[in-house]
C-alpha cells in the first residue's frame, strides 16, 4: 500500500489499537466506541449522501469510523495484515464520490448445521439433546426443569442478556445444530420455553444456510396450513407451524439500511397455551371484595400469563357479581388488591404495593395512552396494569387513593413519537 492513497488526517477525531480492541473517539461522538478485534464478523467501506467514507466494522455493534480520523492509517493497516481486507476494493471506494457500500471482508465459519439423512417427524413433540445418552426434550418442559439439565450451561450475549445454552448438538426433526440457545432473563420459570434460536451459518456465511433449511423444512413440513412467508431482494422469511409450534427461517441481505448478516436465523415459538397456569383455585375459592371500583371504557390489560405469573383468569366470583365490567377490588379479610378486565386479572398481596402511579403519554405521532401502573415494596420498575386513552384514569385520582389505600403519583407526561 502507499501511504498518499489515504485521506488526509483530520482533527474531528482519533482512532487507535488498544489491545485487542479499536477505540475511536470523535468530537461529538461522532464514530465513538469501542470495536472488538476478535469478535469482529464483517467489515465494508462505505460513502453516505454528504460523500463521507467510514470504514464499517461489524462486531455484533454496528461501527462507522471515519476514514479522515487521526489514526486511521495505521488501524487499517494492522486490520488489513491481520484479515486481509481487499485493499484494492477498499481503496477504489474511498475517493468515489457516490453513495455505495462494498464489502472487503467477511469472517469465515464452521458450519454449526447439518441436514440428517434421515426422515424424523417429531417436529410437533420437541428436541433431542445429542449428549451421550440422547436426551428427548418436551416442548412442554418448563424453564425451572431446563434449568436443572446438566446437559445445558448459562453464558452472556454480546448485548448482556443471560443465556441458557447446551453443552451438545440439537436435533430438531431431521436438523442437526450448535449453539442452540433461549433468553433465560425475567422468565416464568414455571412455564414452558416459549422460543428457543440459533443462527445457522455455512462455511462462507452466505445465504446458503436459507436454501438449505428451507429445503428440508419445506419437505417435512410444508403441507401445515401455516407455512407463509416472503422473500424480497432485502431479506428472506418463512414460517413453518407444526401444531402450535412455529418454526421461523429469516436471511438479511445488503440493502440501503442493512447488511448482509451471513447467517440464518432459525427461531422457534411455542404458541400453544397452558390454561393451568391460569388458575388459582385457593384464591379464587376464598376472594371476598371489601370494596371496588367500576371503570367504564375501553380498557386494555395484559394477557401474557406464560411470562407473568401474577396474570390469572378472571375469577368466577367476579364475574357473577360484576359480569364483564373492569373493575379493581379491595378484599380485606384476605389481604388482597385484585384487578380485572376482560378473561384475565391481577391480584397482590395488600403489603405487596408501594404505590400507584399515572402516566400519561400524550398522542404524537402515535395515539397516546394513560397507564395505571404499581410500583412494588421490593421493586422499582413500573408494572402497567390497566391502559385506555390519554388522562382517562385522571379523575379516578382520589378514589384510588381511598379504595387501595396507597400512594398515588403522577408520572412526569411524554410524548408518543
Known sequence: MNTHIFPEESSDGVVTLVGNKIRCEGKNQMGSGDVSIDDLQYAYVTVNNNNQVFLFLFDHHQHYIPVNFTGFKNVYQALTEKFSFNDQL?????????????EIWRRTYVPNYAILAGDLSDYEEGFEIQSPQPQFVLWETT?????????????????????????????????QIVNFFTYFDNVRKDAPVSEYYVDCFDAAGTDKSYIELKQVLTHDLGGAPDSIGYERADQKNMYFNSKGIRLSICYTYN???????????????NTREYEALLIDEVYESELVVSDFLILPGKIRMRSDYKSNSKVKRRQEKITEQFKDKTIIWRDDVNHKI??????????????????????????ARGSGSSNLELILELDKNHYEIFSEKCH??????DRLKQLLKKELT????????
Open 255 to 269: 440493502s440501503t439500511w442493512q447488511f448482509d448478516g451471513g447467517y440464518t436465523s432459525f427461531h422457534i415459538k
Open 143 to 175: 424453564y425451572q426443569s431446563l434449568e436443572n439439565n446438566s446437559a445445558v450451561y448459562f453464558d452472556r450475549s454480546p448485548y448482556g442478556q443471560m443465556l441458557l445454552k447446551f453443552k451438545f448438538p440439537i436435533r430438531i426433526g431431521n436438523i
Open 338 to 363: 385484585g384487578f380485572s378486565c376482560g378473561a384475565f386479572s391481577q391480584v397482590y398481596d395488600q403489603d405487596q404495593i408501594k404505590s400507584l402511579q399515572i402516566q400519561n403519554v400524550l398522542p
Open 392 to 397: 382517562y384514569f385522571d379523575r379516578y385520582a
Open 90 to 102: 477498499f481503496f477504489e471506494s474511498i475517493h468515489k464520490k457516490e453513495i455505495l457500500k462494498k
Open 410 to 417: 403522577f408520572g412526569e407526561e411524554y410524548h408518543d413519537c
